[in-house]
């Protein structure tokens, strides 16, 4: 099946509709959708009004598909509008059509699903993840330790405080405004013009520039739907060139994410930062294990480096422990490429599965000598578990993904000498972050074995650590609060009350 041929009948519909338009249109869909916004009472005047909820009839990686295309192909002369139920429902109609072409147009004629759960689970998933208060303070914490804030101030212009400050200030502008400016004035801030005009560099794209990029970036082929959009990494339009500081931003959702988890792509590329960052990984880490685990019943042992011969050894970065077993817990900061996530051909993802392994494998490693007595750590015959700990989630809910990398574990396990059965007496999990806030307040509560032996059991291949719990420890998981530093995310605002509200 040709997908270009299928494809174009699409292409000359949303030609139909105007590019700023369509784009404001989008933002409300996007708002409604996200932040429960109610729609403008002037959007779908053919529908009652009690029904004008978007949620249940379109979905938000559907929309980043279409404003994809609206950039691409929208003209000057429209003679149809997203906010008429009619029009968007056919843009929509045509769009899950075309999905279910490119997952038909694969060239081997075979199709891994599998695979292709992988690939769903990084478009869909993400979009289900809190994009408020959590990993607002998360990033704070992680990029405003003193030697990751160095650089984020020589990089960027301003500390993380200030950054974070400003982005939800920006962001407050597009939650309530279809338009802002980049020449507002945001010294109440304590941020002068210069800096936000380096900031609003970073994260500004003109139209131009945006559809001469998606050009490059689209793919018509099974990858369709994946193609990457520029707006994650620019996501305010400069729409206007006669006025230039005139801003649009029709996917709230990409800023507030820009401001968090997108500041590693600012500063991945300094060459001292590598270092600092894993090491200020570590020390969050340690900080929600003492806020969720610190009191009596556990014992918390920091990374202890120790020596074989001459050899100085890393050490496991974390030791939490209670009277039930033993949680060994690496963090890693190795995130998954955007080819690794998207594509179907699996050599990235390979690469970067093999790249997990080396670091289990080294985790494995600190924990067999731990079990030799070479660390201040006492064996005691409780149960001992593995957790490798990553700043973003890799979303293991395809069986596939796992078993490639347990594949690469055992194989590295026998070049280092370290009998497999190390995975069943101290069996492994990768858990993110964010899951691991809300898992360590389980344990917190319940004790390490009754939580760890249902995590790591066989049984919960194909779900994620936190979507399992949820599932095995209902009562406990609604008692723990989604916001683990609230006091500290709070005093970030204390100064600016209005601004601190949008975040309950």
């Not at 938000?60 to 009619?86: A, G, Y």
């Not at 033993?326 to 890693?332: G, L, N, S, T, Y």
Request: hydrophobic share 40%; net charge negative.
């Amino acid at each position: 099946m040709n997908f270009y041929d299928e494809y174009k009948p699409f292409r000359n519909y949303m030609r139909k509709f105007s590019l700023l338009p369509g784009l404001l249109n989008i933002r409300q869909f996007y708002l409604n959708l996200l932040y429960n916004k109610p729609l403008p009472s002037d959007y779908f005047l053919k529908i009652p009004s009690h029904r004008r909820d978007l949620k249940g009839h379109i979905f938000p990686w559907e929309l980043d598909i279409l404003v994809r295309e609206l950039i691409l192909n929208s003209s000057t002369d429209s003679s149809l509008s997203l906010s008429n139920w009619s029009d968007l429902g056919k843009a929509v109609n045509m769009l899950r059509h075309l999905d279910d072409v490119a997952f038909d147009s694969n060239p081997t004629g075979s199709i891994d699903a599998m695979l292709e759960l992988h690939r769903i689970a990084h478009r869909q998933i993400v979009w289900q993840i809190d994009d408020g208060a959590a990993p607002i303070i998360r990033a704070y914490k992680i990029y405003g330790y003193d030697e990751v804030n160095e650089i984020v101030i020589r990089k960027l212009g301003m500390d993380m405080q200030r950054l974070i400050r400003l982005g939800v200030a920006v962001s407050g502008v597009f939650h309530n405004r279809d338009y802002g400016s980049r020449d507002q004035d945001y010294s109440f801030l304590g941020i002068n013009q210069d800096s936000s005009n380096e900031f609003f560099r970073r994260l500004l794209i003109t139209t131009k520039d945006l559809k001469e990029n998606l050009r490059h970036e689209q793919r018509y082929d099974q990858d369709w739907v994946y193609t990457w959009n520029p707006l994650v990494n620019t996501p305010l339009i400069s729409y206007d060139k006669m006025f230039p500081e005139r801003l649009i931003c029709p996917v709230p959702w990409h800023l507030q994410r820009r401001i968090t988890v997108g500041v590693f792509y600012d500063l991945v590329k300094e060459a001292d930062f590598s270092n600092p960052y894993g090491n200020s990984f570590e020390q969050y880490i340690g900080e929600v294990l003492n806020k969720t685990c610190g009191n009596k019943r556990f014992s918390i042992l920091d990374e202890e480096p120790y020596t074989i011969g001459c050899n100085k050894m890393h050490g496991i970065d974390w030791t939490l422990s209670d009277n039930t077993g033993h949680v060994f817990i690496e963090a890693k900061t190795k995130r998954l490429r955007l080819e690794a996530k998207t594509k179907l051909d699996t050599a990235t993802l390979d690469e970067d599965l093999h790249i997990m392994a080396t670091g289990i494998v080294q985790h494995y490693q600190n924990i067999h000598r731990a079990y030799q007595g070479f660390t201040r750590w006492q064996r005691d015959g409780l149960p001992t578990y593995a957790i490798v700990l990553t700043l973003e989630d890799w979303f293991f809910v395809s069986s596939v993904v796992p078993e490639m990398l347990r594949g690469h574990v055992v194989r590295l396990l026998s070049e280092e000498g370290i009998a497999d059965d190390i995975l069943i007496t101290t069996p492994y999990s990768v858990i993110s972050a964010s899951e691991f806030e809300i898992l360590s307040q389980v344990i917190g509560n319940i004790g390490i074995q009754s939580v760890m032996e249902k995590v790591t059991h066989e049984n919960r291949k194909g779900l994620s650590a936190l979507p399992f719990a949820s599932k095995m420890f209902p009562d406990v998981i609604s008692k723990v609060d989604p916001l683990l530093f609230r006091d500290e995310f709070d005093a970030m605002w204390s100064d600016l009350p209005n601004i601190s509200k949008k975040f309950p």
